[in-house]
């Protein structure tokens, strides 16, 4: 590893002596971390924030992602600065220079993310390889039926897995041939999602104004429905318009946290040091880092999460799923929707009707006149519900089918959904192994490493305890992620004012301003996010919980 360093800095030296053009390129050619840090973002939860993103907003929030990426890239760069100034591995660097309780809650907070966040990748995979793919053998009317099917999918998964991140502990050559092969599937996954989205272009009608004005920041729909909504909402009486904002509302808000989150969660923040120092990158290399990551990381995430909402912006935003509204069931020729979609409507209508009926007086209410009540919601409420409801990868892929073909819509689609979910659960597992060794104060190779990436695959449970949409099972796992994101923002911003830790490397007169003021933007949002995300989760006393953290932080420093 010494020996490829030493070629790397002598690379790049000679590029700088060329000008920026050959620096550039120079930097193409090495990049690496970035792109592991691309292939984890772009997973499961990057995809499912991406499609209801389109889903509740249409083209309007194009902008979020690529913002909160962003934010995450001036976090990313700083902790680069920190860990190729230092050389040092930031969990003991942490507990030695900040305050224990912060190292301690960053490791625990990555490895609870990593076991929650690994859930919806193996749902993912086992939801397009039964529905998209190969639904004749593994489906649930399949060769193998339906349990048959997802214990194939995960165990085909795991062995997968295990044997590409295993790769990575074998020094030089497999890092090397570790980040190849997530630069491949992050090259699959984007060219699978533009080349949906090409297809489309050419076979309907996409607003390209619409996608020119989604990338102006709104913030507006944190607190108001989408305006396309208004159609429908001004159709309702006062009680009813209350009810269907508000519940729109929360959903909207919902996404873009998760958005916010899956663009960079804490265990990318755990990811990029490590993946650092195993390369043997040193303060030479500080630049490239900050370049690797708009290479590999902003570049690819943008280009495929943009062409997910765009497809589901066009497919599904205010259009009810065909053959939910009850007039239309029984049509001639009508479509037949999905028992799942068919249930989640129905139960939207119940929220509905207990919201304008009371809670206790609609608990007393028979099945069939239930149904009979929700048959009587006027139209604009029932087309309101048919058009919340949560919708998946193989909805997406039916819904396309008719402009882009079969090919395009579910085998292209498919495959990029599975590289998504597969690049996700290696990264996952990587990290995890990462994380015991140091939890265990022991060197990140060897079994210790192996055996601790397991932990990630404990994701495989996921297919068999989650039975609904399982794209929107990617949503809440990314709620709770944003809610442990600022442990790690609030911690890397210390270090970065630590002259302590970093002595002469600490930035200095208006690098330091420009350095903290960045900072302060990202893990403020990242703040304000996780608040709401931990009321929503847990009420106020969580929020108080995150305040006792703090607290506890600030007594228990590091000995001097």
């Not at 292939?39 to 979020?64: D, H, P, Q, R």
């Not at 997968?160 to 030089?172: E, I, Q």
Request: with cysteine; glycine share 10%; proline share 4%.
């Amino acid at each position: 590893m010494t020996d490829r360093r030493d070629d790397d800095i002598a690379r790049i030296r000679a590029a700088r002596a060329k000008g920026p053009l050959a620096t550039f390129a120079a930097c193409v050619r090495l990049s690496g971390p970035g792109w592991l840090q691309s292939a984890i973002t772009l997973g499961g939860g990057s995809l499912a924030s991406s499609l209801y993103l389109g889903v509740l907003a249409g083209m309007s929030m194009l902008w979020l992602q690529p913002f909160a990426m962003l934010l995450g890239i001036v976090m990313l760069s700083a902790i680069a600065y920190v860990v190729l100034s230092t050389g040092e591995r930031p969990f003991g660097a942490i507990n030695r220079h900040v305050s224990p309780v912060l190292g301690w809650s960053w490791a625990i907070a990555t490895l609870l993310a990593n076991i929650v966040w690994s859930l919806p990748q193996f749902s993912l995979a086992s939801g397009v390889l039964q529905q998209n793919l190969f639904p004749g053998l593994l489906g649930s009317t399949g060769a193998l039926g339906d349990t048959g099917g997802k214990l194939a999918i995960v165990g085909v998964l795991l062995v997968l897995a295990v044997a590409v991140t295993w790769s990575y502990d074998r020094g030089a050559r497999g890092v090397l041939i570790y980040e190849r092969t997530l630069k491949v599937l992050v090259g699959l996954i984007v060219v699978c999602f533009a080349g949906v989205v090409v297809r489309l272009a050419l076979a309907s009608d996409v607003d390209l104004g619409a996608i020119a004005g989604g990338f102006v920041p709104d913030v507006r729909q944190l607190s108001e429905p989408a305006a396309t909504f208004a159609p429908w909402l001004g159709q309702l009486g006062d009680g009813a318009r209350r009810f269907w904002s508000d519940l729109i509302v929360q959903e909207q808000r919902d996404v873009m946290i998760s958005a916010a989150a899956t663009a960079v969660g804490i265990n990318m923040t755990f990811l990029l040091p490590y993946s650092l120092l195993k390369r043997g990158w040193n303060r030479e290399f500080r630049g490239l880092a900050h370049v690797d990551l708009a290479i590999g990381m902003l570049i690819p995430f943008l280009l495929a999460t943009s062409c997910v909402v765009i497809a589901a912006a066009s497919r599904f935003h205010t259009e009810p799923v065909p053959g939910l509204v009850a007039e239309a069931r029984s049509a001639a020729g009508s479509a037949t929707p999905a028992a799942r979609l068919v249930g989640e409507f129905d139960r939207l209508c119940d929220r509905r009707l207990a919201d304008e009926l009371g809670a206790e007086r609609f608990a007393a209410i028979d099945a069939t006149t239930r149904s009979e009540l929700r048959d009587a919601l006027p139209r604009a409420d029932r087309e309101i519900a048919a058009m919340l409801v949560h919708r998946d990868a193989f909805d997406l892929a039916r819904a396309l089918e008719p402009f882009t073909g079969s090919l395009f819509a579910n085998v292209l689609f498919g495959i990029g959904v599975l590289g998504m979910a597969l690049s996700t659960i290696t990264l996952l597992m990587l990290i995890s192994g990462f994380v015991i060794c140091e939890m265990l104060g022991l060197p990140a190779r060897g079994w210790p490493h192996r055996l601790g990436c397991l932990a990630g695959g404990l994701g495989a449970l996921g297919p068999f305890v989650w039975s609904g949409a399982r794209f929107y099972l990617a949503v809440p796992t990314s709620v709770f992620g944003m809610a442990l994101l600022p442990i790690a923002y609030w911690t890397f911003f210390l270090m970065m004012n630590s002259r302590r830790l970093l002595g002469d490397d600490l930035p200095r007169g208006s690098a330091r301003v420009a350095w903290n003021s960045l900072m302060l933007a990202a893990a403020g949002a990242a703040t304000l996010a996780s608040v709401y995300s931990i009321r929503s989760l847990a009420g106020w006393p969580g929020v108080g919980g995150l305040g006792a953290l703090v607290a506890l932080a600030l007594v228990v420093r590091p000995r001097r």
